[in-house]
Structure formats: C-alpha cells, structure tokens
C-alpha cells in the first residue's frame, strides 16, 4: 500500500537537513506522494520529486490540515524538517497495521537529539487497547510521537482534522479530543530521530489541552486507583496536586495555584500547601506567599522562619534591581542578577531580564523573556504592559492575545 509521506516546516533551523533527505530517500520506495509545506529551495539537495505547498505560517494544524487535504492516498507518514527515518523502518509499520485493521496510529520508538548532540532514547509502551490509559500519563507528549507515525487519512477527516486554534501541540490535542474513538499501535522494533533545535517552546498549548482534557474527561480516568470510595476528599486532593505539578512543569502557574488550592480545600495537608506556596514565589506573589507560611498551616516554627527569611531575600532583591534598572546602575544590575538567577527563576526575574535585552535593542529575546513572564504570571500588570508593548512593535499582537487567552479563558 502506498503512503503520502507529509513533511511539516516546523523549524528555520535546516542544519540536519541533509540527514532527512537520506532518510526519505532510505524509505522512498513506500511514498508515490510528497509533500512538504514549505518551499521548494529549502530542499535544494532532495533527489526525489516533491510538492510544496510555500505556506508561510508557523501553525503546524493548519500545516498538517494543508497536507490532508493534498494527500492522495489512504496513510499519511508524518514527519518535520528535523525527523530522520530510519532505513526500512516502513514495512513493520505496514505489518502493524495489516495484523490491527481498526488501528488510527501507528507510532515507533523515538530518539532525540538536542543542540549539543546530547541523545535521549525512549522505548515506548504499546497502549493499544488501552488507549485510555494515555490519560493517566497526564503528559501523553511522552508516552507518544507526534512526527515518524502513520495516520488513516479518512480517520483523520472523520474526526474533524486537526484543530488550528493550537498553532502547537496539535497533534496531542487531537487524541486528547477524541482518545475515545481512536486505536493507538506501537512498532515496537523501529525507531525515529527527532532533532530538538528550537529551544524555545510555548506551553500553553500543552496546558491548554490537560485542562481542556480534565473538562472531558472524569476524573476518575486520569486517576483510577486513588481509592475514591474510601475517602474521595483524600483522592481529591492527591488528583488536583498531581495536575498542579504538571501545569507548573508546563509553567502556568496561575493554573497550578488553582489546582493547588482546590487539593488544599479537599483535605488540608502540608505538601501541597508548600506547593502553592513556592508557586506563588514563582509568580512574585510574595506577600500572598508569605500570608500563608505559618504555624496555623501546619509548618513548624523552624519551617516558617526559613521559608520567611528565603521568600524575603528575593523580595528585596528583586525590587534592589528594579530600582537599580532605574538609576541605571548598570554594575549593580548585573550583580543582582546572578545573586538572583543561582537561586531563583520566577516570573519577575524574566521580566527584568527582558527589560534588560530591550534596553539593548535586542527585541526578540527581550520578547521571548516578557513572553515566559507572562506565562508564569499572566496577572502582573507590569509584566502585561511590558509584553503588549513589545508585541505591538514587532506585530505580535495576535500571538500574545491567544497566550492570555489559553492562561486565563
């Protein structure tokens, strides 16, 4: 059966390009189709016919939309202009599906490989049947990849493609949406090398989807063994302070404080309690961090005295480089900075930061810094006039609305 194999512009970065195309020229056999979103001179060196599409946008859905409705035949290989095939990798794909007809998914084994060549190898469990238990992970991002897998076209359209409200994370917000109709296989003897050379990444999109997934889903699913007949306060509780932790590793910490107060309100417990305390640290809440460090919380006198003198230290700190930044005591800043920056990496921090590359007329990184700012506090006023200002210099508007509105909607 012959394949469309779908080639996303995912990155400006093209230094594994080459890489890519012995890939595809190692499988090239299995693909009468080609297409590639970019445009045909970022492929220069291909030794294969091709279609480019020369769309001139970053939305991967509406990338991998574009593809779809190109694609001549019933399987789409997904792959970006980082992902490397590996030689003969198809035809066990293709044996997957021939033994599991009703499968959607077709996934393989994944290595990554970051800027400095550092190498991380993820052998993947086979979750078909189970697909449900994707809801579990919480962060389904590392149980399935999202480039060197198979779909069914019609499955694809059946469901109503790929949802371009997600310019990323598309692919995760897919299955999130619509894990209950679809079957999931692993090619458990291949694996696909995915180049890691963006080191910047918005993930809102990520906590967007999880909390749009607990909306869908009971909670339950995403919980099954906390016991909720014995006590549901207390797997209330262990739930909302498990999806606290990965909304911060995702750093919305606005949602996470949410989820913390809520595990605290269930059953009253200490854990979580510093939780939410050091995430409004993070988020330069620190009089609100302080209110809450105290005896009648359950911290012991030592607990509130260190925690007390920690939260403070930075407070004056951060408001020394502020007023320093205004002074333009230039020496003063810096050493601030990395004072701070060894033991503290919260929204004010970012800010500051971005400030400084903006003094410098270095407009994207300051943006970039405003941008994590936001992230981790979308409430800051300062942080919010620093960002919106930003962005309507460098036409950004839209891109700094849809944040806001994935943090706080």
Request: a negative charge; zero cysteines.
């Amino acid at each position: 059966m012959n394949l469309t194999l779908g080639i996303l512009k995912t990155t400006s970065d093209f230094s594994k390009i080459n890489e890519v195309l012995e890939g595809i020229q190692d499988n090239l056999e299995y693909f009468n189709q080609i297409i590639y979103t970019g445009n045909k001179e970022d492929l220069e060196n291909a030794e294969f016919d091709f279609v480019a599409l020369g769309l001139d946008t970053d939305n991967k859905a509406v990338l991998r939309n574009k593809i779809i409705d190109n694609a001549e035949n019933k399987l789409i290989l997904w792959i970006d202009n980082a992902t490397v095939l590996e030689f003969d990798m198809i035809p066990e794909m293709m044996e997957v599906l021939e033994s599991n007809p009703d499968v959607d998914i077709i996934y393989t084994n994944i290595v990554y490989r970051d800027i400095e060549g550092n190498e991380s190898i993820r052998k993947l469990e086979d979750v078909y049947g189970k697909e449900n238990n994707l809801l579990m992970t919480l962060k389904i991002e590392d149980y399935i990849p999202e480039f060197g897998v198979i779909t069914k076209k019609d499955s694809l359209e059946r469901l109503g493609k790929f949802d371009e409200s997600f310019k990323d994370y598309e692919f995760y917000r897919f299955i999130y949406e619509n894990l209950n109709n679809l079957k999931l296989k692993l090619s458990e003897f291949n694996y696909v090398v995915k180049y890691l050379l963006e080191t910047f990444i918005d993930t809102s999109y990520r906590s967007k989807a999880l909390r749009d997934a607990l909306k869908k889903y009971p909670l339950q699913e995403f919980f099954p063994k906390l016991g909720w007949n014995k006590n549901e306060n207390l797997a209330l509780a262990a739930a909302y302070t498990s999806v606290g932790d990965v909304l911060s590793d995702y750093y919305d910490l606005y949602n996470a404080s949410e989820f913390y107060r809520k595990a605290a309100l269930s059953f009253h417990n200490k854990i979580t309690l510093l939780k939410l305390v050091q995430t409004y640290f993070k988020m330069g809440l620190f009089d609100e961090a302080k209110k809450l460090v105290s005896g009648e919380q359950g911290f012991s006198q030592e607990e509130v005295k260190n925690l007390q003198e920690n939260i403070g230290q930075i407070q004056r700190l951060i408001e020394m480089v502020e007023q320093s930044i205004n002074e333009g005591s230039v020496q003063q800043i810096f050493n601030l900075i990395n004072e701070i920056a060894s033991v503290y990496q919260g929204a004010p921090l970012y800010n500051i930061l971005g400030v400084l590359e903006y003094y410098a007329n270095n407009l994207e990184k300051a943006y970039r810094f405003f941008y994590k700012a936001a992230t981790l506090n979308p409430l800051n006023e300062d942080i919010i006039h620093n960002l919106t200002g930003l962005a309507n210099q460098l036409g950004k508007q839209e891109d700094v609305k849809g944040l806001f509105e994935r943090l706080l909607g």
